[in-house]
């Protein structure tokens, strides 16, 4: 049978991306861990590591044992909390990792309720940029992952973990304020002659504009590329561009001086999900529960909260157009509370779906 520290070497050099790394992690010297993992690969008699000047890649054996070795791992820690807890030690500590806008919109509600109701615990948060941190979740490292995926990217398999649906967050087309196409509906086809405020190629946002563009049988030209929408509302809001932006951003933003809306014939919605452990301790479910609250309340009902991972992508209805003060028509949706996992990959489509309320223009 393989030793159990000797594996959590190998998904910890994994996880830090070099072996001196993961050394520092766990308080032992380079040499060491290094010994420890030539012990592990001379017990399964192949190589796991390939050792290079820049870091520390898993060979195909090795990305098998990792795969295997973060469950492992995350079942040894599950055991020791639920012993703890049958001696009457309640958790005292919930890590998070989570993407940059929902650290701005969902998170900042959250964590402060969250620690109102749970002082006793203590928090800790990680930026983790989508596909990563599903690893973390396995091996236990991390308790709760807030995740994303974008039309036309496929979802990283679950691995048997835990996902969660807690938000649709629609996609609007931002124009400048006064823009000549502000005060109408617009498809992407009115948009191909704009000059276009995107992520560059790969980026998840991009991979969205420009798999709805092919759809439509329009090409669009990206002249700025950044992945930072505070960036991309700046200089929208200066009159250089257009940008597709998710609502939650939208609302979040104080400055003004554009204008969204819907694009016509197209749904598009980016999907946050919640990813943790099937069988989390306390205090794991009454955060969830916190978040799909906030989640339910951050769109004003625009957005769908708290549904299964279904592997597809609901959709947001064309509306008619409405001039507003950052208000957006349409009945709460509210949160529902929804269990099991759901661990397949999704099917990286869109697929249209009822409309949850409706999304005039909204001005700032």
């Not at 190998?10 to 001196?20: D, N, R």
């Not at 402060?112 to 596909?131: K, N």
């Not at 092919?214 to 030209?221: D, E, Q, T």
């Not at 957005?303 to 597809?312: F, K, L, R, S, Y």
Request: contains cysteine.
């Amino acid at each position: 049978m393989l030793d159990a520290n000797r594996v959590r070497v190998l998904v910890e050099i994994a996880h830090a991306g070099s072996i001196a790394a993961a050394a520092e992690r766990l308080s032992f010297t380079p040499p060491a861990l290094s010994q420890q993992l030539t012990k592990l690969e001379r017990e399964v008699g192949c190589t796991l590591v390939e050792r290079g000047r820049t870091g520390a890649t898993l060979t195909e054996a090795g990305r098998v044992l990792l795969e295997h070795g973060e469950r492992v791992l995350g079942e040894l820690r599950d055991a020791e909390a639920a012993v703890r807890a049958v001696a009457g030690e309640a958790p005292d500590r919930l890590s998070l990792g989570a993407f940059a806008s929902a650290g701005k919109v969902l998170l900042p509600a959250t964590l402060a309720a969250f620690g109102r109701r749970h002082p006793q615990v203590r928090l800790s948060l990680s930026d983790i940029e989508p596909p990563g941190g599903y690893g973390l979740v396995a091996s236990g490292d991390l308790d709760l992952l807030l995740t994303h995926r974008y039309p036309g990217v496929p979802l990283p398999r679950a691995g048997g973990l835990h996902r969660e649906r807690v938000l649709v967050d629609p996609l609007l087309v931002v124009v400048p304020e006064g823009h000549a196409l502000a005060d109408r509906e617009v498809a992407l086809a009115d948009l191909a002659g704009e000059e276009w405020i995107c992520g560059a190629p790969g980026i998840y946002n991009r991979i969205s504009l420009d798999t709805a563009a092919a759809a439509a049988g329009v090409r669009l030209n990206v002249a700025y590329e950044t992945r930072d929408y505070e960036v991309a509302l700046a200089l929208v809001e200066a009159g250089v561009g257009v940008a597709l932006v998710p609502l939650s951003i939208l609302r979040s933003d104080r400055r003004g001086g554009w204008v969204s809306r819907p694009l016509r014939g197209t749904r598009l919605a980016r999907e946050i999900y919640a990813v943790h452990r099937r069988r989390p301790p306390e205090p794991v479910p009454a955060m969830v529960e916190l978040l799909r609250g906030v989640a339910s309340r951050v769109l004003g009902g625009a957005g769908e909260a708290g549904v299964p991972d279904t592997g597809g992508v609901r959709g947001i209805g064309d509306a008619g157009a409405t001039h507003g003060t950052g208000e957006t028509a349409g009945p709460d949706s509210g949160a529902s509370h929804v269990g099991g996992g759901a661990g397949g990959r999704g099917s990286g489509g869109s697929h249209s779906g009822g409309d949850p309320g409706g999304l005039g223009a909204f001005q700032r």
